[in-house]
């Protein structure tokens, strides 16, 4: 009963409704081009599994400096949204980007295409996200809402873009970044005319974490037991799921338009189940603890990945990568309760940002190219196996150094 009034007065809550509109384009806009950018750079432009690394390592590198200044600047801006509206009009133009200037670039002058995307990606949509996501955050606390209803709706606007994205990708890749420079004006639009909570109070005590405090984190070892456990789990499978499973799907069908149809609708189902399990997740982490979901998370991880390097048949690899909408929820639910449950609050969200954000980017820097030269030479299959081995060196890292439940509770305790 009570989730139901919550319900109700959320549905007539205007800033709720604006926050959830708001992730709804955002993450359509992103997941229209997004889900199928690995395959455009390997089917459409015909690079190497090198290339590609490369050029997600360069994204990487943008998004760590922009994660930090783009905090700092929110920081100041409060609820402002002066940022989102920067970020919001440079995502407008990743349509004529991608199609008259990123594209030909790549093939012709291939470190200039790589510097100039890296830069306008970033800036529009890699290092954006945790603005868009924090923002929504902080509203939610002063208006009464919970965010994750909210955080609902851009895991939907992903799930129904990569419906579509199958689709008109198969006709022409061109128009998955047109359609994504019309969402981005639509999100534009909202943002500077819908404007539910410009009356709100600044908030006094701003926990957001600044440079300063995130170097005094890691002077803490276990910090840096949560960064390497990080490193050799979430980044690997960053890697594999972003990097290399699009166009490894894709060849698994007689022809290109098929696997890009294809994986659109797998991507889309697996987004929707990733939704529902958000909501179940911390039933289980509440009945299991939060050591144990975090360890689950990790496991099922290493099973998708070496799943993939082992099962031959497309409906068994299809099968195998819907676990992914149980690991995702398992493993970053978890992990965020983790850092609030043995750290102070106060501390939390600089511990989430130094050992999960830009511990997970840094990993993709260094691993995105070595990782690539490895396809390259084995093979998708064998380099899965690589991964998965790594994967299960996290799960048994992770068993002997994450603490458990009951030990050092320097946070909010479980109730």
Aim: charged share 15%; hydrophobic share 50%.
């Amino acid at each position: 009963m009570k989730n139901s009034i919550n319900l109700k007065q959320e549905i007539k809550n205007p800033s709720y409704l604006q926050s959830a509109t708001t992730l709804f384009l955002y993450f359509s806009s992103w997941g229209i081009w997004w889900a199928f950018f690995q395959i455009w750079l390997t089917n459409t432009l015909h690079m190497s599994g090198t290339q590609v690394g490369e050029i997600f390592s360069a994204n990487s590198i943008i998004t760590v400096i922009l994660m930090t200044v783009y905090g700092g600047i929110q920081d100041k801006l409060d609820i402002k949204r002066g940022l989102l509206l920067v970020c919001s009009l440079i995502s407008v133009l990743v349509g004529p980007f991608f199609i008259f200037v990123y594209g030909p670039l790549l093939k012709n002058s291939f470190l200039v295409g790589l510097i100039l995307g890296s830069l306008l990606l970033s800036m529009g949509f890699l290092a954006a996200t945790a603005v868009y996501e924090a923002l929504s955050e902080r509203i939610s606390r002063r208006t009464h809402f919970e965010y994750g209803h909210a955080r609902m709706f851009g895991s939907l606007g992903y799930a129904v873009s990569a419906i579509f994205a199958g689709l008109i990708f198969s006709i022409n890749p061109d128009l998955n970044f047109i359609a994504s420079s019309v969402l981005s004006l639509m999100l534009f639009l909202e943002l500077k005319y819908w404007y539910p909570d410009k009356d709100i109070k600044k908030e006094v005590n701003n926990s957001s974490p600044s440079i300063k405090d995130m170097f005094r984190v890691l002077k803490r070892l276990d910090v840096w037991k949560m960064i390497i456990f990080v490193m050799l789990s979430w980044t690997f499978y960053t890697v594999f799921d972003q990097q290399m499973f699009p166009g490894f799907y894709t060849k698994l069908f007689a022809s290109p338009n098929a696997g890009e149809r294809i994986y659109g609708l797998l991507n889309s189902l697996e987004v929707f189940g990733e939704s529902i399990m958000m909501i179940v997740i911390p039933y289980v982490m509440k009945k299991i603890g939060v050591r144990k979901t975090l360890l689950l998370g990790v496991t099922v991880m290493f099973i998708r990945i070496g799943g993939c390097g082992i099962a031959k048949s497309i409906i068994m690899i299809s099968l195998v990568k819907m676990l992914h909408s149980i690991e995702v929820p398992l493993f970053m639910l978890a992990i965020i309760r983790y850092f609030t449950l043995h750290y102070d609050v106060k501390l939390s969200a600089t511990l989430y940002m130094v050992g999960f954000q830009i511990a997970a980017q840094v990993g993709q820097i260094i691993l995105s190219t070595p990782l690539g030269i490895l396809r390259d030479n084995l093979g998708y299959r064998s380099t899965f196996l690589f991964v998965a081995a790594i994967v299960f060196i996290a799960v048994i890292f992770g068993f002997f150094f994450i603490e458990k439940d009951d030990q050092n509770v320097g946070g909010d305790p479980l109730s």
